[in-house]
């Protein structure tokens, strides 16, 4: 069973098994309700607690605190927690007399229920102060009827709120608002946006930044001003720009601690001795405190639109890893070409914009740059770059990603620029360079080889062909002979599983008559010596 298989099976077999218990509950709860009320909401409210539509927490963290109902909907939640939570004072917020007479006339009629020592009403949030004279709320619920934001900043702004839940139209407020100050101020939260699929919930530890955009740094001083520029400007307010100094030799350092002095809340530089690329962009990873973590190359740049956009794509959909598409930028002809994110799905929910299956991408070509992630996914899954392979690190970090990311989310906008034809770029390396693909193949194997499913084995087959087409079209002449050698023998050790002619079929489709004939060839040329990729 494939490990992303497996989550998705753990997780639906805890909610069907909470379900089944609240309609357990209901059961017991039903017989009590009574009153003319319950026929415009109950139905929906039993629902809606059966499927947990406002979370799987519905809860007073603690009887010390009030549970604040915004909006009495059916009664069917104020009397459940009644039932379940002896000493808990209740605050009802209504400003319609008879709907509350109705609630009050429906508590009477639930037989035993000592209710009235327990129960407050008030006419607005801002009454709320009368009736609360603790510092802390254990439990606001919000009916998307009395969603009042402005009333709600108030309440957060007074008091502790353990845990908010509700629903809101985004015409009334900008989740994105509602996200943030939820973050900053409750202890967790699950809101329903009116039209959306996907609930905002509190999904990581609060964290100093909500995206840390990680810069590694070489040799760059010509084009380290425009990068930098391009990320001190972003829309977005919470960012932390950290630049890696790999031990530049010119004044690419000195450079970076002008713009850390220029921009002390934003830009952070970290000076370190050479190590190359894999071993920057983890220097950056680990000192990184934002919720979300990206990587930009020193030499390229980005819209000031992007990461606050691309943030608002994760948030709003839930997701591990954001991505838009991108610009190539030619330094010479200064043509720009661009490759948008065009292969954005719809689910199966019809959520626009959410990737079905992230494994798809596995096959892309390398682009890092343009995603951002969550940092406590790679963390809590031990991605980073490995620092033993000197170029090409990207590829072994998307694929690590692809392969173990079950929500990913796209924006078609073209918001980062890529550079081309620059003297010293990994894309340039036409010589025995190339052979550290195998290095790189070598370690995805150690990483995912002893877990992945035979979909991503296949997908590893297809990096590989394409890679390794790729380089058979750039490595010079007097290297072609053993790089195909090499290629042809990883294939066949790591994918021998594979019925040959299905291997011969993938092969003349995606690498071309050259590999084809290496294949036939291998027996005769042996396995052959890789030079070293230094």
Known sequence: MSRFFYLRLNQYSYIKSNSMLRSQEIKRYS?????GLLGRYYEEDVIRYKNNYYGLKTWTDSIEYPAVFIGVRSGF????MLHDYDLVKIIVVEGNDQIIKELIS????????KWSD???FCQSMAALADLIRDSSIGLIR??????????????FNKYTVNYICGEFDPVDVDPMDVYRV???KAKSFYWRVLGAKIPLVQRAKKCLYEVSVVIPAYKVLPWIDRCISSLVEQNLESIEIIAVDDGSPDDTGKR???WALKYPQKVRVIHKKNGGCASARNCGLYEARGEYVAFVDADDWVDRRMFSELYRSAIMNGTDVAECGYAEYYENSGKVKNYPSTSMSVDKNEVVGFVNDPRTHLVAKPTIWRRIYRKEFLTSNSICFPEHIRRFDDLPFQFEVFSRVAKMSQIPECYYFYRQEREGQDVMVRDHRLFVHFKIFDWLHDRVGGWCDTTVNRYMLQCKINTHRWALSKIEKKYLLAYLRAAINDIVHYHGSIDRMELFAKVMRRGGPIILAGILLVSLLGSGDIPDDN
């Not at 017989?31 to 009153?35: A, D, E, F, T």
């Not at 939640?77 to 459940?80: A, L, N, S, V, Y």
């Not at 429906?106 to 229920?113: I, S, Y």
């Open 256 to 258: 970076l601690d002008e």
């Open 182 to 184: 939820s973050r900053d």
């Open 31 to 35: 017989p009590k309700l009574q009153g």
């Open 77 to 80: 939640e104020i009397i459940r």
């Open 142 to 155: 919000v009916d998307i009827e009395k969603f009042y934001w402005l009333g709600l900043l108030e309440i």
């Open 118 to 120: 327990r129960v407050y």
């Open 106 to 113: 429906v508590l009477d009629g639930c037989e035993g229920l």
